[in-house]
């Protein structure tokens, strides 16, 4: 190998040479590391400007190097090293994959091109049809890269079942997941194309674009401190057939999934907004409807129940009853449930009865009714006890969803409040209907506790406004029309943030359709089924 790297060695030592890389690839990161040193002995000459001409010198002397490499493995240098690997002992480091190589990476994996390209792999992330020229075959998972400027007409490609990313140079992030790509450019541009139908979209730094059936790729950008309102999102697109559902259209329609006192599940598991509406005379339609924040589309989940049972709880084929949800609503994580308690039912009255949905078989199941339940009470899940916790006007209890049992806490009344749960201090925080207050539901008795707050009177006077943990800042987010709300649980300071372009609130309040995304760092908000979805970042 020395002999090779210095221009010495004859043409049978070149061919016992390729002979043994071929049969070691870890002997060929030998080799390409040594050229590598002399490519960064340039890098470190062009630093000292009065020794141009040796900078000059040693830089071409690294180029012919690599190239006399690149031809003694006949293109593979096109090909990458195995830079880093975690939990997969089969790969080795330095070793240089095979053109038409697939890789389900366990843990991450990191590979290395020759011209300095790093691509970052994630666990449970699929690879296929490794080829020359850096292009592959992204199946599933996340895929990091930072790649180095290619010969133009020779752009690096990346194909996924959904679309086609074409790069010059940049760093950037693609992610297929929930039959979408999602494509997060950091610097330069990517251009993503979608198979289906041709449709591309030139993504710049600091933006990032779907692929998915429904949605066209279209550039968009999080801005901290902003609004961003995505364009072809409006729910109304997914409603079911008037004409089909005759019985169950009421004096609103589908409008009143959100505008008739009904709020929304964040649905972890899958990153998505699932909504549940309507209730009194002004919608008699039980289906769901999720948007995905991954995807960025909506899906209607269930029809209807054609023969709606006014005035009842259950329906005869054995559903729900449409009702205003009201806040009554959140996603059990450890049972992976949608989970819905109170509300007003279709036609009058309220309701006792919690119904859970299981997104795989997509069927409802009525639980033990609760001691109470009724208009404007509020809802929310604590995973680490794994309990419900439910406040109407007749006090706070907590659901064992397994166990099928309610426990009452106290007296203290709910209205119009929205909850969420500061996981960091095991804390029940209410905000709304002239209130703020708490509760420790994870250590004895809880017992409330009257919050005095200063900067958010506004938000704290709203009805059912909108109201979410932050888990990157830790504050509590709220919003009801007009600025976003955050509060400093330690020092009970709210600050509010002005931004450009928030959407125009629903007349009846948020309720839970304001739910934080972990993947976007973003808050999620439906208004109104005509409208946009909007996310908010902090």
Not at 11 to 30: C, I, K, Q, T, V
Not at 129 to 147: C, F, H, I, P, Q
Not at 168 to 195: H, I, P, Q
Request: aromatic residues 8%; charged residues 25%.
């Amino acid at each position: 190998m020395r002999k090779f790297l210095a221009g010495e060695a004859t043409e049978e030592e070149r061919n016992r040479l390729r002979a043994e890389l071929e049969a070691d690839p870890s002997a060929a990161g030998e080799l390409f590391a040594a050229a590598e040193l002399e490519r960064d002995l340039g890098e470190v000459l062009r630093a000292a400007r009065p020794r141009r001409r040796l900078w000059i010198a040693a830089a071409a002397a690294a180029g012919l190097l690599a190239a006399s490499a690149y031809a003694l493995l006949g293109g593979s240098a096109d090909l990458p090293r195995v830079e880093l690997v975690e939990g997969m002992p089969e790969l080795v480091v330095g070793e240089r994959l095979a053109a038409g190589s697939d890789l389900t990476a366990r843990g991450r994996v990191v590979l290395r091109y020759d011209d300095g390209t790093r691509v970052e792999l994630g666990a449970k992330t699929t690879l296929r049809d490794l080829g020359k020229d850096k292009s592959m075959v992204l199946e599933r998972g996340t895929l990091s890269a930072d790649v180095a400027k290619q010969r133009e007409g020779r752009p690096m490609v990346i194909r996924t079942p959904q679309g086609e990313a074409t790069i010059v140079g940049t760093r950037f992030r693609l992610a297929v997941k929930s039959g979408s790509t999602r494509l997060d450019v950091e610097e330069g541009k990517v251009r993503l194309t979608r198979l289906a139908d041709r449709a591309s979209v030139d993504v710049i730094s600091g933006h990032f674009a779907v692929a998915a059936p429904g949605a066209a790729p279209v550039a968009l950008a999080l801005r901290p401190g902003s609004w961003l309102s995505v364009p072809g999102t409006a729910m109304a697109q997914v409603v079911p057939d008037p004409k089909k559902f005759p019985k169950v259209q009421g004096t609103s329609g589908p409008h009143a999934v959100v505008g008739a006192w009904s709020g929304a599940a964040f649905d972890r598991k899958r990153s998505r907004l699932v909504l549940w509406g309507g209730g009194y005379s002004d919608y008699h339609g039980n289906e769901l409807y999720a948007f995905s924040t991954e995807t960025l589309t909506w899906e209607r989940l269930t029809d209807p129940t054609p023969e709606p049972s006014l005035n009842r709880e259950k329906n005869a084929d054995g559903t729900p009853n449409a009702r205003a949800t009201y806040n009554g609503l959140a996603y059990v994580g450890h049972a992976d449930r949608f989970f819905g308690i109170g509300g007003a039912l279709a036609g009058t009255g309220g309701a006792r009865t919690p119904w859970t949905f299981d997104f795989e078989s997509k069927k409802w199941t009525a639980g033990a009714p609760a001691p109470s339940g009724g208009l404007g009470g509020a809802c929310a899940y604590d995973p680490a006890t794994r309990k419900i916790w439910w406040g109407d006007g007749t006090g706070l209890y907590s659901h064992d969803l397994e166990a099928g049992t309610w426990t009452k806490h106290g007296d203290d009344p709910f209205y119009y409040q929205t909850a969420a749960i500061d996981p960091k201090r095991g804390r029940l925080v209410c905000v709304g209907g002239e209130a703020i207050f708490s509760y420790d539901v994870r250590n004895g008795r809880p017992v409330r506790t009257a919050w005095k707050t200063t900067g958010g009177e506004t938000v704290v006077r709203a009805s059912n406004p909108g109201l979410d943990y932050d888990p990157v800042r830790d504050r509590l987010v709220a919003w009801a029309g007009g600025p976003v709300f955050t509060l400093d649980p330690e020092t009970r300071t709210w600050t509010s943030t002005n931004a450009p372009n928030a959407p125009p609130p629903t007349q009846w309040g948020i309720f839970g359709r304001w739910r934080y995304v972990p993947s976007l760092d973003a808050f999620v908000v439906v208004t109104a089924i005509d409208q946009n979805v909007h996310f908010y970042k902090p």
